[in-house]
């Protein structure tokens, strides 16, 4: 199996972590949405096997949307 391409990767730490510094951090592989356009008007998405998260790339510290996969597939076709 590939690695995948994280240098572009967002960084938490995860719930699992301890006080003692025992630390696990999760990357979550944004990729550019195929919604996007040419104008900079661009939104990223996150997917992992639980949760799809939505982002403005404009704004890559500001809010992110969590959506389930039945909701996330709602939203996509609710776009056609």
């Known amino acids: 199996m590939n ?3 994280l240098s572009h990767a ?3 730490k995860s719930s699992y972590s301890d006080a003692d510094h025992n630390c696990v951090e999760v990357a979550f592989p944004w990729h550019t ?3 996007s356009d040419a104008h900079g008007n661009c ?3 996150a997917v992992t096997e ?3 998260s939505v ?3 404009k704004d890559p ?3 992110v949307l969590t ?3 039945a909701a996330w597939r709602t939203f996509c076709a609710a776009q056609r």
């Open 3 to 5: 690695a995948p391409e």
């Open 10 to 12: 967002t960084w938490r």
């Open 33 to 35: 949405s195929s919604y």
């Open 43 to 45: 939104v990223e998405v």
């Open 50 to 52: 639980r949760v799809t």
């Open 55 to 57: 982002r403005d790339s």
């Open 61 to 63: 510290h500001g809010g």
């Open 67 to 69: 959506l389930t996969p």
